[in-house]
Nanobody, 119 residues
């Protein structure tokens, strides 16, 4: 069982920065792949970035070079540093987790945090 709580969303001007945090309540954080997804109004949820237990990262093309995902295993927390934000980054951002050991993937989700990029 994994419970996820996000924080750090808000309103920011284009070109600005925000840092999202996701705290995981679980005893198996060391086996959890963590990720950030986002969903804009009228669009499907899409992956933004993921980080493995060994801290290997992967990014969606639209955010490469602007966003950085990281994890602190001691705090069971994953972060998303977002720089050079654009209006197209406006969305609800969701924290995601799944156990890398599982034969059948089961996704855990946070409640979501709103990010709005607007002048």
């Amino acid at each position: 069982q994994v419970q996820l709580v996000e924080s750090g969303g808000g309103l920011v001007q284009p070109g600005g920065s925000l840092r999202l945090s996701c705290a995981a309540s679980t005893s198996i954080f060391g086996f959890i792949v963590m990720g950030w997804y986002r969903q804009a109004p009228g669009k499907l949820r899409e992956v933004v970035a993921t980080v493995t237990p060994g801290s290997s990262t992967n990014y969606a093309d639209p955010v490469k070079g602007r966003f950085t995902i990281s994890r602190d295993n001691a705090k069971s927390t994953v972060y998303l540093q977002m720089n050079s934000l654009k209006p197209d980054d406006t969305a609800v951002y969701y924290c995601n987790a799944f156990d890398i050991r599982a034969a059948l993937r089961y996704d855990y989700w946070g409640q979501g945090t709103q990010v709005t990029v607007s002048s």
